[in-house]
């Protein structure tokens, strides 16, 4: 819909409804419907949703999908798959789903044979990995490569980093993989700490390849290769991933020892491509291709499913629901992996900085919340440390449990533990304890307020039959196609980054200031020029 999906008659027909729902508690809504919780769930490739611990009933779900269907969801998802610039702002296509297409499903757009060039991609990482891993390649000194070292910062780190740690149980060459983000000089020398040059690969990934922190880091690791095995050493141990050849080459990587990518895959959407190197180093091409090809399930899974049937579309209006009628300001991650504790860190850049918008598409504001705040840690851990307030705080906090059935390793029975503290926290959650139960177990009448849970907290199950690279690919789709239904329905260009440029300039108009021996006058404002002042004379200028 072009406009204000707020003046919508289907808008208006939620805000009813939400009169008349938000009073009630899942209790009842399970207690009238018996029916409920086996009609609530769905199934995309292996990922099982239990979406019945939310506060829906049927025609809450029907009146949501009727506004996707006002939003124009369906034309909007052909027009992604299909490459139209739905990147308005920057005049792009948004491909992503391209970088895991089949071989044999050609896709052609603005003249580019994109399945070709995937895949001309694909097979060239896939050669240099196994040439790493199977220790032909060698490093300057002819040993062969024991550490990939990926320098990169927000998409160009968090995704790659995030399913590396997912992974590890498939990372079989023997080659650990690093990853330095942070201009903290701290991250680097942590990083590099107890490294041999002669056994260490660096990636340098940067979509632009002019990002400061990436370059000052690449800068450091080639000063640190240099200082121990000389300037020849360089091109046996950098290689680049960017789509900025000419910058790649001024920084001294030969582009035969790049590997590229398009404008048409956005920072945050890219780590299944040619970003995704160190891990495919790490765990293999055929286990890379096993996550894209899980990847491909979902995307095919939101291509062609009804909306009714849809899981992307669903968790993205329930999103909707929660933010826009409950006013819930924030969605909990909760993985029981402690292989996905990067799951979370990964999902704020990839939600926030896609929806993290107050403008639509065409320039107009908003008019409603936007950009849920995604957060999170792995149960249990964050049940002995937010937990509390999930239970008994004042805030409504929606939240995403992610389970699996089979764990990589188990010992003594620990992985029945975690997932039983998982269904336990979602049913208390859900159902709470009253006072009246409380009381009646004899709790001294002071302390029963104290103990009340009030539940009626809502909460998404995801179960997986277990993490592997293609269940990986199938949460990460999931997740990319939540945020592009809550951007269709806001109305945003979820695919853009505006709001970030301008700390990255300022930042580099200032640093200059921290330096120089000249008062630092012509700086935007007195308080920072007092900061700039204050850290000056700390460092003795
Ligand atoms: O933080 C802004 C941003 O542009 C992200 O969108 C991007 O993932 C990151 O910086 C890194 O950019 P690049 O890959 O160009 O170094």
């Known amino acids: 819909m072009n406009g204000d999906i707020t003046r919508s008659q289907e808008w208006a027909a939620l805000d009813k409804h939400y009169e008349e729902l938000s009073g009630r508690h899942l209790r009842e809504l399970f207690a009238e419907d018996r029916e409920r919780a086996a009609r609530m769930t769905l199934t995309a490739g292996d990922l099982f949703l239990d979406y019945a611990k939310h506060r829906v009933t049927g025609?809450?779900?029907?009146?949501?999908?009727?506004?996707?269907?006002?939003?124009?969801?369906?034309?909007?998802?052909?027009?992604?798959?299909?490459?139209?610039?739905?990147?308005?702002?920057?005049?792009?296509?948004?491909?992503?789903?391209?970088?895991?297409?089949?071989?044999?499903?050609?896709?052609?757009?603005?003249?580019?044979?994109?399945?070709?060039?995937?895949?001309?991609?694909?097979?060239?990482?896939?050669?240099?990995?196994?040439?790493?891993?199977?220790?032909?390649?060698?490093?300057?000194?002819?040993?062969?490569?024991?550490?990939?070292?990926?320098?990169?910062?927000?998409?160009?780190?968090?995704?790659?980093?995030?399913?590396?740690?997912a992974l590890r149980d498939y990372a079989d060459a023997g080659i650990e993989a690093r990853f330095v983000s942070n201009i903290d000089p701290a991250d680097i020398t942590g990083t590099l700490a107890g490294l041999d040059p002669a056994t260490t690969l660096f990636v340098v990934s940067s979509k632009t390849f002019t990002t400061?922190?990436?370059?000052?880091n690449a800068r450091v690791a080639r000063q640190w290769l240099v200082g121990a095995l000389?300037?020849?050493?360089?091109?046996?141990?950098?290689?680049?991933?960017?789509?900025?050849?000419?910058?790649?080459?001024?920084?001294?990587?030969?582009?035969?020892?790049?590997?590229?990518?398009?404008?048409?895959?956005?920072?945050?959407?890219?780590?299944?491509?040619a970003i995704g190197l160190s891990l495919m180093i790490a765990i293999g091409p055929e286990r890379f291709r096993e996550m894209l090809a899980g990847f491909h399930v979902v995307d095919e899974h939101f291509r062609t499913a009804p909306f009714d049937a849809n899981m992307p579309v669903l968790m993205a209006l329930l999103g909707?629901?929660?933010?826009?009628?409950?006013?819930?300001?924030?969605?909990?991650?909760?993985?029981?992996?402690?292989?996905?504790?990067?799951?979370?860190?990964?999902?704020?850049?990839?939600?926030?900085?896609?929806?993290?918008?107050?403008?639509?598409?065409?320039?107009?504001?908003?008019?409603?919340?936007?950009?849920?705040?995604?957060w999170g840690e792995p149960g249990t851990n964050g049940q002995h440390?937010?937990?509390?307030?999930?239970?008994?705080?004042?805030?409504?906090?929606?939240?995403?449990?992610?389970?699996?059935?089979?764990?990589?390793?188990?010992?003594?029975?620990?992985?029945?533990?975690?997932?039983?503290?998982?269904?336990?926290?979602?049913?208390?959650?859900?159902?709470?304890r009253t006072a009246e139960e409380i009381a009646a177990e004899g709790t001294d009448p002071a302390i029963v307020p104290h103990k009340v849970m009030p539940g009626n907290r809502p909460t998404s199950t995801i179960l997986a039959p277990k993490l592997t690279p293609s269940?990986?690919?199938?949460?990460?789709?999931?997740?990319?196609?939540?945020?592009?239904?809550?951007?269709?329905?806001?109305?945003?260009?979820?695919?853009?980054?505006?709001?970030?440029?301008?700390?990255?300039?300022?930042?580099?108009?200032?640093?200059?200031?921290?330096?120089?021996?000249?008062?630092?006058?012509?700086l935007a404002d007195p308080s920072t020029e007092q900061l700039v002042r204050r850290y000056r004379e700390l460092r003795g200028r």
């Not at 996905?340 to 639509?360: C, D, I, W």
């Not at 440390?385 to 999930?390: E, G, H, S, V």
């Open 230 to 273: 000389g300037e020849d050493a360089v091109a046996r141990h950098f290689v680049a991933v960017s789509t900025n050849a000419a910058k790649v080459a001024e920084f001294g990587i030969d582009t035969d020892n790049m590997f590229g990518f398009w404008d048409w895959v956005g920072g945050r959407y890219s780590y299944d491509g």
């Open 471 to 522: 269940t990986l690919g199938q949460l990460v789709a999931l997740y990319e196609h939540i945020v592009f239904v809550e951007g269709t329905i806001w109305g945003v260009d979820s695919f853009d980054q505006w709001g970030v440029e301008l700390g990255k300039k300022m930042a580099l108009d200032l640093a200059p200031a921290l330096t120089s021996d000249e008062p630092p006058h012509d």
């Open 59 to 165: 025609e809450t779900l029907d009146l949501l999908v009727a506004l996707a269907e006002r939003a124009g969801l369906r034309e909007r998802i052909d027009a992604m798959f299909r490459g139209d610039h739905i990147n308005v702002s920057e005049d792009r296509a948004v491909l992503h789903t391209a970088l895991r297409l089949p071989a044999g499903r050609a896709l052609t757009v603005d003249g580019q044979d994109v399945t070709g060039d995937v895949h001309a991609v694909l097979d060239k990482m896939s050669a240099f990995s196994e040439r790493v891993r199977s220790r032909e390649w060698r490093g300057a000194t002819g040993q062969p490569i024991a550490t990939v070292v990926n320098i990169g910062i927000g998409g160009s780190d968090l995704g790659p980093a995030m399913a590396y740690e």
């Open 320 to 374: 909707i629901w929660y933010t826009d009628f409950f006013g819930a300001e924030t969605r909990a991650v909760l993985p029981y992996s402690q292989r996905l504790h990067r799951f979370p860190a990964y999902l704020q850049q990839l939600t926030m900085e896609s929806n993290g918008k107050s403008v639509r598409a065409d320039g107009s504001p908003v008019g409603v919340q936007t950009g849920e705040i995604f």
């Open 385 to 432: 440390a937010f937990y509390q307030l999930l239970h008994q705080g004042t805030r409504l906090v929606p939240a995403d449990f992610i389970g699996f059935a089979e764990p990589h390793d188990d010992r003594e029975g620990m992985h029945d533990l975690l997932t039983a503290n998982l269904f336990a926290q979602t049913s208390a959650l859900a159902f709470g």
């Open 212 to 216: 400061l922190e990436t370059l000052t």
